[in-house]
């Protein structure tokens, strides 16, 4: 016995040290801490051991046990060491990447979303309106003269049945005061129409967002503080913007406002972004009459309006040369926008 | 408007501005400047050089290798090509740096291995007129190294936009007049001669409304003739060509003050001048040739023969007009009400010089003064008598009122930008004088301003933004429900892109054809479609009623360019009535969904597959998570698959694919699935929960089950049964395989097998094993019952 457990220990132990996997190692362990194991079978024959020899096999089975335990669980972690370092060798990093899918929003909801979030931080809520207008909300209101060109039907689309298609979204501007009384602050994107024939510069469907605050002493400097503000978040802090003298029917004073832009590689140069101005008295009378009230008393309410071509302002910013790109949805040109 | 520089020189002094500085001048006036085009030489790097040698060139038969004296103290040898000149000529030399019409810099080159430093020039190279073929032969006295546009006048045109307030800024002494105001240098006078005139019996204005006043010089003994060249070039130089004396004259008066006049024969009129409308149906032969049937309310000037000899203020009468043999002219110089002439323009699609003028309204006080400018110049040019006196009839109106400026209303708007006083100097340069009773009075040229807020916005226009402060301020504002649908609407929009979807903007016109590929929430019916009257083309004729058109239209353009896998949303507003034509128009919003083709690109590990109609089912689902989407088949015209789009219990819009045939016309090679959900009721989806749920406490258990089924049940009866049923401890069912065998081996052919996984679970305990097994029973025996299941 004496001798026995050392050699069951020398084999066992030579045995686990040329375990090459997990498996084999197990078959190891059985065949020596097995019920049947030769370790297992060395211990049951504990009893046949002589009284006087008693301690001194059982410290050899307990030393055998011990250094066998442990060069199973030393070469259990070796295994599962190499294991873990195959698990991870032989993986090319640089193959391409599973595609996932990514879609896109159009430009122009992205101009749209970017000003809209500007004028919001500037305290204006949203509004809108009918694209299928009346001339009272898209002319008359709007002091815009009986034989104004524009109510051409060269130039407007008709409907039998004496409606039309709006050619601005100023017409939100009467729906609002219409409904609300001072103070308003609104901005209204939207779609508007002309009879214009769609070639790289014009669509006859196209984008604008309407701007209008009314209240007591609304002024000028309100006006051009609102409008440089915007603008100058727009396309950045030092943006020039300047206020040209203009004519609509709608406001008075009224102003183009252009923003000096540089494009990469040539000289910088003012581009028409908007037209604004101080809204005329007459519309004031125009919402009074129509409401039947006095809440838009000319003599104490002022106000501003503001128009701007969204779709312009969309090609203004990532240099879009034919407005056509705008609504053809070429997947070529709208996956630039991913 | 086309405005000459050197015409407008001739009432200002502009020496010393740059073209940049009367751009901006015009610009901050109000006036777009839309074309800047300088004629004549530009460059001072052209210089008169005298050819002093020329010899063959070595390896070229066309070219000579000449030496130029061009005053720089020693020769220049330039490669020239032409053949006009002779060693000892003058000629333009373009030196290294010299721009050229075209953008176009001369350098330093060498020509077929000969060194070259610079260019010899024919005129229209250095923009001049063109002349002979070849190099411009300068006169022999031109001084040797003098810039060449010394030698030659130059002028610049300006194309600017007058705004349709401002007619009196439409000839060039208005738009000087404006200038002088803006520069605060003062006008040349304009030379006029007062004319006499007297109430004539020879011109009668039958319709003064129309015609408030109406003059008639007679001059006799005319020639008519080349005009001289100073008129000429005036002409030329706002892009007019000269006709002949008499026309000139009165085209030049027009541009010159803006008051248009007529020059009839006088040979050709009979008696008096009769100022009419014109009689229903009445014909007029206008000198452009063209033939028109007017209306009552079209002003005509005739005469005692009743002759249509002119259509007032927009164009002569072929038969009146001024030719080589006239010799006698009868010179109209008139005010035409604006609201008049711009009917007759756009009736008769006539549009003149003159009318353009007239419809926005010309100064009343401008009148003889204009006309007696054109008598002067006619009798300059064109020789003969006038008559003494002017006949009138009628009176100038009068279009302006004192107009008071309030300080506060003032100092409010301009944010106390600019003093009464400043404020008041500015009306005053601008032609307005203070009354007496302090209010202002407007000059006649200006009928714009007639009230408070006009004043200002001159005050305003002259005093310029840039002088007004900034002010940063805002209020308060409460969101309004537009503010809601746009939120939700960009979560949507964004939850789509990060699905994989592209947005899309389709036009909201589209054709007849393009109707029948519609989705409408509501079937449409006949005359539901709204249609412009008069469409841009036939391929936008209607107001869409539905996305899916638009968006089948942009993946058929994708398709042709060879794009594999189609995703596409739009949002927007559709259009229909709601009753055959015979009710309101509505306008409402929808979202679109398209998808055809591979879900996603295919790459190494990844193989392709096609979108089916279960993809479209989830990413709809994907847009409210949390609510179920089941689609209830309702057949649809023109489409296969209709199916009615449920969220919950809801319908929230339409699910369908293209007939195949359609596809096919499409040259799609992928089954087309569309969607169109309404928007308003989509937006009431994204609300989000209200409260969170208590975590499970307790394990639940699962049961599979198989079952065999009539390949025709839809799933949709499962469900049914189970939701039904509501067996408390069922918390959530779910259907993990689908399967059937066409070939009948496995399964008969008109059985499929459909297996789902059942949750049970209680809140309040474990269920035990039997607790399970109970509940589990009663919804098999549910569905045998129900809906006919078998168990496998």
Redesign the interface.
């Known amino acids: 016995m004496k001798e026995q457990i050392p050699a069951i220990q020398s084999e066992a132990l030579a045995q686990i040290a040329a375990a090459h996997d997990e498996r084999s190692l197990e078959e190891v362990r059985v065949a020596v801490l097995g019920k049947k194991g030769t370790l297992t079978l060395a211990a049951a024959g504990m009893k046949d051991v002589p009284k006087e020899d008693k301690a001194e096999v059982g410290q050899l089975l307990n030393a055998a046990r011990s250094a066998i335990t442990t060069a199973l669980e030393g070469k259990q972690s070796a295994l599962q060491d190499l294991a873990d370092q195959a698990a991870l060798t032989g993986i090319d990093v640089t193959l391409p990447a599973r595609h996932v899918a990514t879609g896109a929003l159009h430009p122009l909801t992205l101009i749209r979303d970017e000003a809209i979030s500007i004028l919001r931080r500037m305290g204006f809520s949203l509004a809108d309106g009918p694209e299928i207008e009346d001339e009272f909300h898209c002319f008359d209101a709007l002091n815009t003269p009986a034989d104004h060109p524009a109510r051409n039907e060269k130039d407007t689309f008709y409907f039998d049945s004496g409606k039309l298609l709006r050619t601005h979204t100023s017409s939100v501007q009467i729906r609002t005061m219409e409904s609300a009384k001072p103070p308003i602050r609104i901005i209204a994107p939207g779609s508007a129409y002309r009879r214009d024939e769609i070639d790289a510069t014009h669509l006859s469907v196209f984008n604008q967002l309407e701007g209008l605050y009314v209240a007591e002493d609304v002024s000028l400097p309100d006006l051009k503080g609102t409008l440089e503000y915007f603008f100058r978040e727009l396309y950045g802090p030092q943006t020039e913007v300047r206020f040209r003298p203009h004519f609509f029917p709608f406001t008075e004073p009224s102003f183009e406002i252009d923003v000096k832009l540089t494009v990469k590689g040539q000289a910088p140069r003012w581009i028409e972004v908007a037209g604004c101005g101080m809204v005329d008295p007459a519309v004031f009378d125009a919402i009074n009459a129509s409401r039947k009230d006095k809440a838009f008393d000319p003599e104490k309410t002022t106000g501003f309006a503001f128009g701007m071509g969204l779709d312009r302002l969309a090609m203004i910013r990532w240099g879009i040369k034919d407005i056509r790109l705008l609504i053809e949805n070429d997947m070529r040109f709208l996956k630039q926008f991913a | 408007m086309n405005v000459s520089l050197n015409w407008l020189s001739s009432h200002l002094d502009l020496s010393g501005k740059s073209i940049k500085e009367i751009d901006d001048l015009f ?4 006036v ?1 400047v839309e074309g800047i085009v300088s004629k004549g030489i530009a460059s001072d790097k052209i210089v008169v050089a005298q050819i002093m040698e020329a010899v063959q060139h070595p390896n070229a038969d066309k070219l000579k290798v000449t030496q130029v004296d061009a005053g720089e103290g020693q020769l220049r040898q330039i490669v020239c090509g032409a053949r006009n000149y002779k060693v000892g000529d003058k000629v333009p030399c373009c030196l290294p740096g010299a721009e050229l019409p075209g953008g176009f810099t001369i350098g330093e080159t060498k020509m077929r291995g000969v060194e070259s430093k610079g260019m010899l020039a024919a005129a229209v190279e250095i923009g001049l007129p063109p002349g002979e073929d070849g190099l411009l032969i300068l006169p022999e006295d031109s001084p040797i190294g003098v810039p060449v546009k010394q030698l030659f006048d130059s002028d610049t045109l300006l194309e600017l936009e007058v ?4 007619p009196d800024l439409l000839s060039h002494y208005g738009m000087a007049r404006e200038l002088a105001t803006l520069l605060k240098t003062p006008l040349k006078s304009l030379e006029t001669r007062s004319a006499d005139v007297s109430s004539a019996s020879s011109v009668r204005i039958d319709s003064p409304a129309a015609c408030p006043l109406y003059t008639a010089v007679r001059i006799s003994g005319v020639t008519i003739q080349e005009s001289p060249a100073w008129l000429k070039q005036r002409l030329e130089s706002i892009g007019l060509r000269p006709i002949n004396n008499i026309v000139d004259v009165t085209n030049f008066v027009l541009h010159e003050l803006g008051q248009p006049l007529h020059a009839f024969d006088a040979a050709k009129l009979t008696g008096s001048i009769i100022v009419r409308n014109a009689n229903d149906g009445e014909t007029f032969l206008a000198l452009d040739e063209s033939k028109h049937i007017l209306t009552p309310d079209d002003l005509l000037i005739s005469d005692e023969s009743g002759a249509a000899l002119a259509l007032a203020g927009v164009m002569g009468g072929q038969e009146s007009g001024v030719t080589e043999s006239t010799t006698d002219i009868l010179l109209e110089s008139a005010y035409f009400t604006p ?1 008049g002439i ?2 007759t323009s ?1 009736r008769t699609a006539l549009s003149s010089d003159s009318s353009y003028r007239f419809e926005r309204g010309v100064d009343p006080q401008g009148v003889l003064t204009a006309s007696a400018l054109a008598v002067k110049l006619i009798l300059e040019t064109a020789g003969g008598t006038a008559e003494p006196v002017t006949q009138v009839a009628g009176e100038a109106p009068v279009l302006t009122q004192p107009v008071a400026l309030d300080e506060t209303k003032l100092n ?4 106390s ?1 600019i003093s009464l006083t400043d404020a008041g100097e500015i009306l005053t340069r601008l032609g307005l004088s203070k009354l007496a009773d302090g209010t202002w009075n407007v000059p006649s040229f200006r009928a714009d301003l007639q ?1 408070h ?2 004043l ?2 001159e005050i ?2 002259v005093h310029g ?2 002088n ?13 429900p ?2 809601a649908a ?1 939120d939700a609407d ?1 979560i949507l ?2 939850r ?14 589209i054709s007849d054809a393009q109707v029948s590929d519609s989705l409408t929430l509501r079937p449409m019916q006949d005359g539901d479609v ?7 083309s036939e391929d ?1 004729a209607v ?1 869409r009623p539905s996305i899916v058109p638009g968006l089948v239209a ?1 993946a058929a ?2 398709v042709r ?1 060879q ?1 594999k ?4 949303f739009e949002m ?2 559709v ?1 229909r009535n709601s009753g055959g034509g015979k009710a309101k ?1 509505q ?1 409402s919003e929808t979202l679109a969904i398209l998808i055809s083709g591979g ?8 193989a392709d597959r096609q979108a089916d109609l279960y993809d479209l089912k989830g990413l709809i689902n994907a847009l409210v998570p949390n609510k179920t989407i089941r689609f209830s088949p309702r057949d649809r015209d023109g489409f296969a698959l209709g199916c009615d789009i449920k969220a919950d219990d809801q319908n929230i819009g339409i699910f369908a694919r293209l007939k195949p045939a359609r596809e096919r016309e499409l040259d799609f090679t992928s089954p087309v699935y569309v969607a169109e959900l309404d928007l308003a009721k989509l937006r009431k989806l994204l609300t989000g929960i209200e409260h969170v749920e208590d975590l499970p406490q307790f394990p639940g258990s699962s049961r599979d089950a198989a079952m065999e089924v009539a390949t025709t049940l839809p799933n949709a009866e499962i469900e049914n049964v189970l939701l039904k049923l509501a067996e408390p401890l069922l918390v959530s069912f779910e259907c993990f395989d689908v399967f059937n065998d066409p070939t009948g081996q496995k399964l008969p052919a008109d059985r499929k097998s459909v297996a789902y996984r059942f949750q049970y679970r209680a809140t309040d305990r474990t269920l035990k094993a039997e607790e399970v097994d109970a509940a589990h029973a009663k919804v098999l025996d549910a569905l045998a019952s129900k809906a006919g299941v078998k168990f496998r």
């Not at chain 2, 947005?503 to 016109?509: A, F, N, R, S």
């Not at chain 2, 709204?530 to 841009?536: E, W």
């Not at chain 2, 896998?565 to 596409?568: G, M, P, V």
């Not at chain 2, 879900?599 to 990844?606: E, H, I, K, L, S």
């Open positions: 610009t901050f006036a109000g777009e705004t349709p307030n401002r609201q711009r009917r756009r409010q708007l301009m944010g930008s009230r807020i006009d200002v916005e305003a226009r933004l840039d007004v402060p900034s002010r940063l301020q805002s209020s308060f504002v409460p969101a309004s537009v503010d746009y960009m929009r964004r789509l892109a990060a699905l994989g979807v592209f947005e899309c903007q389709t036009i909201k016109l709204i249609r412009v009257k008069l469409p841009l936008h107001m942009s353009r994708n360019q794009q896998s189609l995703r596409f927007g507003r259009f128009d306008e879900t996603a690109p295919t790459g190494w590990n990844q």
